[in-house]
T-cell receptor, first 111, second 115 residues
Framework: KNEVEQSPQNLTAQEGEFITINCSYS?????LHWLQQHPGGGIVSLFM???GKKKHGRLIATINIQEKHSSLHITASHPRDSAVYIC?????????????FGTGTRLTIIP | EPEVTQTPSHQVTQMGQEVILRCVPI?????FYWYRQILGQKVEFLVS????????KSEIFDDQFSVERPDGSNFTLKIRSTKLEDSAMYFC?????????????FGPGTRLTVT
């Protein structure tokens, strides 16, 4: 069973700051997902990655498979980035596509 | 852009009642999931569904739960006799195919409140 840990649990920062959220997992995976959950509860997929790095606008996600670790970075943070960011992993076997979720990081960006 | 939809957005029911949560996955997707999130806790996997049968289910998904794809568009989760501890946000998700490298698209969720 994969254990997914995120840090920090809560993060408050000033607008414009560079944000880093970390995720580690205990068992080899096929893919890692970064998700965003807004106060209303809806979940939006930000990234799915299995190696290296991906960038979308001000968001960058990296993964180190050997160290079982991923980071989500937000550059030039903005109050609209305030949300819960969730790391989730999918298993290494075909047919084991279910996601195992971390507890999430609550990000608050102050204007 | 295609999206997963869920109805109702909020369901209040009394303990012991049956509820059906409905989802319409993205039209060309073949793999479907239900997840739930109890308030303040992490999202948990309930069940995955592919080719008209359950692909995998968690320990949470006991005999009180069932899933069905009654037609070509809907995907439902039924809870036969609700308990207080079933109160949670239930998310439906779909992906284009089986395999861990296919992105999952989530619906907005149904908040179930059992009183």
């Amino acid at each position: 069973k994969n254990e997914v840990e995120q840090s920090p649990q809560n993060l408050t920062a000033q607008e414009g700051e560079f944000i880093t959220i970390n995720c580690s997992y205990s068992v080899g995976i096929s893919a890692l997902h970064w998700l965003q959950q807004h106060p209303g509860g809806g979940i939006v997929s930000l990234f799915m990655l299995s190696s290296g790095k991906k960038k979308h606008g001000r968001l960058i996600a990296t993964i180190n498979i050997q160290e079982k670790h991923s980071s989500l970075h937000i550059t030039a943070s903005h109050p609209r980035d305030s949300a819960v960011y969730i790391c989730a992993v999918s298993g290494s076997d075909f047919g084991n596509e279910k996601l195992t979720f971390g507890t999430g990081t609550r990000l608050t960006i102050i204007p | 852009e295609p999206e997963v939809t869920q109805t109702p957005s909020h369901q209040v029911t009394q303990m012991g009642q049956e509820v059906i949560l409905r989802c319409v996955p993205i039209s060309n997707h073949l793999y479907f999931y239900w997840y739930r999130q109890i308030l303040g806790q992490k999202v948990e996997f309930l069940v995955s569904f592919y080719n008209n049968e359950i692909s995998e289910k968690s320990e949470i998904f006991d005999d009180q739960f069932s899933v069905e794809r009654p037609d070509g568009s809907n995907f439902t989760l039924k809870i036969r006799s609700t308990k207080l501890e079933d109160s949670a946000m239930y998310f439906c998700a779909s992906s284009e195919s089986a395999g861990a490298f296919y992105e999952q698209y989530f619906g907005p969720g149904t908040r179930l409140t059992v009183t």
